[in-house]
């Protein structure tokens, strides 16, 4: 699978740019306001595990592993009424093929600043991530 639309599957068989990143991150935004989780899941390799707060909450568990229980936990997004992502910045370590994403979420009137780590394989799928989570009503 693609990990992003406007870049060529192919091109990923080498390390991902600054420039890349940043389109991965921008997609990413999108794909999250429409709740698409079928395409965010997409970005991830098979085993990759992903860590969040929120999934210790819900499931009683950090720590989600693959894509198929990534789209089980994922797809509680579309339970939310309103529902946007704004992103803030980019940081992009080249060395290490990672990833911070800074961004906003408004979900159901409650605000947040939020960062969300990734870290990409040479194909341009996120092996690993890590989502955490400020202050509401930043």
């Known amino acids: ?8 599957l192919a091109s990923l068989e080498r390390e991902m740019t600054r420039e890349e990143a940043e389109t991965h991150a921008e997609e990413w935004i999108s794909d999250w ?4 989780i079928g395409r965010i ?4 390799a098979e085993d990759a595990r992903f860590v969040s707060p929120v999934a210790a909450r819900r499931t009683g568990n950090p720590l989600v592993v693959g894509r198929e229980a990534l789209l089980d936990y994922w797809s509680g997004a579309r339970g939310y009424g309103s529902f946007r992502f704004t ?6 370590d080249d060395a290490k ?11 159901d009137g409650r605000r947040d600043r939020a960062c969300e780590l990734f ?3 040479e194909h341009g799928c996120v092996v690993a991530g890590e989502a955490m989570y400020g202050a509401e009503g930043v």
């Open 1 to 8: 699978m693609q990990w992003m639309r406007s870049i060529p």
């Open 33 to 36: 306001c429409a709740r698409d």
């Open 41 to 44: 899941v997409s970005h991830y």
């Open 87 to 92: 992103l803030e910045r980019v940081l992009w």
């Open 97 to 107: 093929q990672e990833m911070a994403v800074v961004y906003t979420r408004d979900i």
């Open 119 to 121: 870290r990409f394989d």
